[in-house]
């Protein structure tokens, strides 16, 4: 089965010699946008590239606000500190994730806690944590949540976007709600993947996107920070560009600050990605409708979007019958030019978060043993 799986990428990507994971698709002005960006001299934040690329991810999300930030992690951090968290609160995350997840919490000298993840949604296993939420947590007298063992206040919970297909964020929400935590979305992902016809991040506090050269679309390195929170937009913009306070001459700053913006040059690309974002969309989409299609007539399962959502299908992904399974794959498909990648290990097994709070990781744990990811560039 490996060998017609092979055939069948290869076929789809015109049979090249290597078919990586997924690369970027520039179709539209970027080449003209970058001209006009240096020819104006503007190439660092100060650029009107920058607010124009913030103005079409807020009509396209449908956000009040919208941030550029030069990655995603970096905009992650941000919503976090804006968020509240501080030193020795602790955050609730997926456990199968991406390690910038993680250590955007490390960053505020918080603690993550692992939740396991829902093998059917990938994201975070709301019955598990709702379960965690109401026999070792409590409510004190200041109103917030604090998990009974540690001691810790639980300031925030991470709703992480898996390959970009939305998770039941607004159970997620009703659930944070009732024990007073902020949620934060992680919606790195899955620009352009909607849950009940509304753009992932725009359910909780703020959410953030990432505009990576591997994602959907790109900047080359980027994200943005989207919000409804007129007050939080205020704060992301000040503490990203230094805290600095406005003034025609004077170097005044009123708090640690962050050098957090994303540049005019990025700026103009991300404007020109845009413009073709739907139809990358459409073409990633119709992509993993023949995955699917190929898939149906074997014994692997390909990953497609749940009940109520909407997903770009950043990446495709498969699943194996168990990690044997897996590993083969992974061994034959690179072995044959076909770039494959296994789901991140669990965050709880990396050094640095080894000595972390975690709940039974039973499903996370499934995913990992099984979960491919396939190439997924679009086809324009």
Not at 42 to 53: A, I, L
Not at 170 to 188: P, R
Request: charged content about 25%; some cysteine; overall charge negative.
């Amino acid at each position: 089965m490996h060998r017609e799986t092979i055939e069948f990428i290869k076929k789809q990507f015109g049979h090249k010699d290597f078919i990586p994971l997924h690369e970027p698709v520039f179709a539209g002005n970027e080449k003209k946008y970058l001209n006009e960006c240096i020819d104006s001299t503007y190439v660092s934040y100060v650029g009107k590239f920058v607010r124009e690329f913030e103005i079409k991810v807020q009509e396209y999300t449908g956000a009040k606000f919208a941030i550029a930030t030069s990655n995603g992690t970096v905009a992650l951090h941000s919503a976090l500190i804006i968020a509240g968290v501080k030193k020795d609160d602790e955050v609730l995350i997926p456990a199968l994730t991406f390690v910038a997840t993680a250590n955007a919490v490390a960053y505020c000298h918080a603690h993550p806690v692992f939740v396991d993840n829902n093998v059917k949604t990938l994201g975070i296993d709301i019955a598990k944590l709702r379960n965690f939420l109401e026999t070792k947590t409590e409510i004190r007298n200041d109103g917030y949540c604090y998990n009974i063992s540690s001691g810790r206040r639980i300031m925030a919970v991470i709703a992480m976007h898996t390959f970009g297909h939305p998770v039941e964020i607004d159970e997620l929400k009703l659930l944070a709600d009732e024990f007073n935590i902020t949620v934060i979305e992680d919606a790195a992902e899955s620009v352009g993947s909607r849950y009940k016809d509304k753009h992932t991040g725009t359910f909780g506090k703020m959410g953030i996107l990432s505009f990576n050269g591997n994602k959907t679309i790109t900047t080359g390195g980027g994200g943005m920070i989207i919000t409804d929170d007129e007050d939080a937009a205020i704060r992301a913009r000040h503490i990203t560009t230094t805290a600095k306070v406005p003034h025609r001459w004077e170097f005044v700053h009123d708090e640690v600050g962050y050098n957090y913006r994303m540049s005019n040059i990025s700026a103009a690309i991300g404007v020109a990605q845009m413009e073709i974002l739907e139809s990358v969309i459409k073409s990633k989409r119709e992509l993993a409708e023949q995955y699917r299609e190929f898939f149906e007539n074997t014994d692997i399962d390909f990953y497609t979007e749940g009940e109520n959502c909407f997903s770009n299908y950043w990446l495709n992904i498969i699943l194996l019958k168990d990690r044997k399974s897996r590993d083969s794959f992974l061994q034959y498909s690179n072995d044959n030019g076909v770039m494959t990648r296994p789901a991140w290990n669990l965050l709880n097994k990396l050094t640095m978060y080894s000595e972390c709070e975690k709940m039974d990781l039973e499903g996370a744990q499934w995913l990992e043993d099984r979960i491919v990811s396939i190439p997924s560039s679009p086809r324009l």
